[in-house]
């Protein structure tokens, strides 16, 4: 580390000290001590002890605007009255019953009436769960192996997800996935219907699965019309498409990008906001796709059940919070609310960076916001990107030691970016945070900019 890198350091270390101490006792027990690959923050992650709204509070006492957003669940912000009062009245009538209950079927309700794919509904825990749970559907509906993903889109850390997004765009698995599962994937550039045709010709594909909003959280935009194209290629290959909205459902819109586009896929897989906040994920879609987990209904078409267990399914607390947050969502204006707020926090970041005559990129769509540090200092604009002309490569060159130091310097300065470097925004992020960010943004360029960080 250079003597000026260590000024932003210092400054971090100074305020930080009871999140140095529990970092410390973190790193004896938890890998990298840490519970999620994308919390890890160099010299250590902050601790935090509470939040409201848009904001959050350390261990140390210092307060942040937040744009890590329960990574993504929290459309409302932090402890909506709504969604809080819903939690705390389940919480005292139980909160496992190992049993079916009402708020699940309201749930579902809710989900079928929201989503245009929703015909039937089952809840898992996670997003990951979904997806994972999609495919087997998808393979067992189609009788096929084959599935299709997008160079990086991300649909959860299971092992037919767990390679493509970050690196081994080649295809090749990451440690610990059997080549064998790494094989039954075909990785295309999203964006492109002649490699999408390409890639369903020999027949054997199950299901297309894709973000769409655009890959890692809309990070990697594709072309406007993509999906319609998708729609239509899979339709004739009577191949399942599967639109992984768990970042997007009920964000975009109260219906998701898919009410937004008005493109309705086979399946969905869902999770963040559908559950309020709490631990929670659901896959929704076509009833004939879904009734495989129907023993009955197998019975009639003569199919066999699919399996599919899981301890936190519908959980009673999860099901309270996901019913108080999509009536609200339901209304609209929250998901408005969010992606007006986004459209003013971008453009307020892209003047600081004209101001500063820099290369980076700030963009986005609906409610969140990127920052493109544009290591290879390319004339790129907003709209560019946006538009779905600038390749995943490009898009996903993040130079890991620039994010760290901007992380930090937003940190000092009051922001917690999430970790793209971004994030999601809220229907509770105020005028206040708004210049709260933008100010920060500029202090923290300055100072990387005095030090030679940049
Ligand atoms: N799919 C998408 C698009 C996601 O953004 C995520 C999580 O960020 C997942 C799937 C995985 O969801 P979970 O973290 O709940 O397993």
């Known amino acids: 580390m250079t003597s000026t890198a260590t000024k932003l350091l210092d400054r971090f270390l100074d305020r930080t000290p009871t999140s140095a101490r529990l970092a410390q006792r973190a790193r004896q027990c938890l890998p990298a001590g840490i519970a999620h690959d994308s919390r890890f923050q160099g010299p250590y992650p902050i601790y935090i002890e509470h939040a409201a709204g848009s904001r959050k509070w350390d261990v140390d006492g210092h307060e942040y605007v937040d744009y890590s957003g329960g990574h993504g669940a929290l ?6 009255p709504a969604v809080v009062r819903a939690v705390s009245e389940q919480l005292a009538r139980g909160t496992h019953f190992g049993s079916c209950h009402e708020l699940e079927v309201r749930w579902a309700e809710q989900i079928v009436e929201l989503v245009p794919s929703a015909h039937r509904v089952r809840f898992t825990s996670s997003g990951t769960e979904a997806t994972l749970l999609a495919l087997r559907l998808a393979r067992a509906f189609t009788g096929r192996s084959k599935i299709v993903r997008f160079a990086g889109h991300f ?88 639109f992984d909205e768990v970042i997007s459902g009920f964000r975009c819109s109260p219906g998701g990008a898919q009410a937004h586009y008005g493109i309705t896929p086979d399946l969905t897989t869902l999770a963040k906001i559908v559950a309020g906040g709490l631990p929670g994920g659901a896959i929704a879609g076509r009833s004939e796709i879904l009734d495989q987990l129907d023993a009955a209904a ?55 960076l004209q101001r500063n005559r820099s290369s980076w990129v700030v963009y986005g769509t609906f409610s969140g916001f990127h920052i493109f540090t544009n290591p290879q200092r390319l004339p790129l604009a907003a709209e560019a990107i946006e538009s779905g002309a600038v390749d995943y490569r490009t898009l996903k060159d993040v130079r890991r030691e620039l994010v760290g130091n901007l992380k930090l310097a937003m940190l000092v300065h009051g922001v ?20 709260r960010t933008v100010a920060a943004f500029e202090s923290s360029l300055a100072c990387l900019g005095e030090q030679g960080l940049l």
């Not at 459309?75 to 909506?80: E, I, S, V």
């Not at 295809?171 to 059997?178: A, D, K, R, S, Y």
């Not at 019913?323 to 971008?346: F, K, M, P, S």
Request: charged fraction near 15%; charge should be negative.
């Open 416 to 435: 917690d970016l999430f970790s793209w470097p971004g994030g999601p925004t809220s229907a509770a992020h105020t005028d206040d945070d708004l210049a």
């Open 75 to 80: 459309l409302l912000g932090h402890n909506h």
């Open 155 to 242: 649909h959860g850390w299971h092992d037919h997800m767990a390679f493509g997004v970050t690196s081994h765009f080649d295809g090749t698995p990451t440690p610990g996935v059997l080549p064998g599962v790494a094989e039954e994937v075909r990785l295309v550039p999203a964006g492109d219907p002649a490699a999408v045709a390409e890639a369903l010709s020999p027949g054997d594909v199950a299901a297309v699965i894709i973000e769409p909003t655009g890959g890692s959280w809309g990070q990697i935009p594709f072309r406007s019309g993509f999906l319609a194209d998708l729609r239509e290629l899979t339709a004739a290959a009577g191949v399942v498409l599967i």
């Open 298 to 352: 197998c019975q009639r078409t003569g199919r066999e059940k699919v399996p599919h267990q899981g301890t936190f399914n519908a959980n009673p607390l999860s099901a309270a919070a996901g019913v108080a947050t999509l009536e609200i969502v339901a209304a609209g204006h929250a998901c408005r609310q969010a992606n007006d707020y986004a459209a003013r926090l971008r453009s307020g970041l892209s003047e600081v």
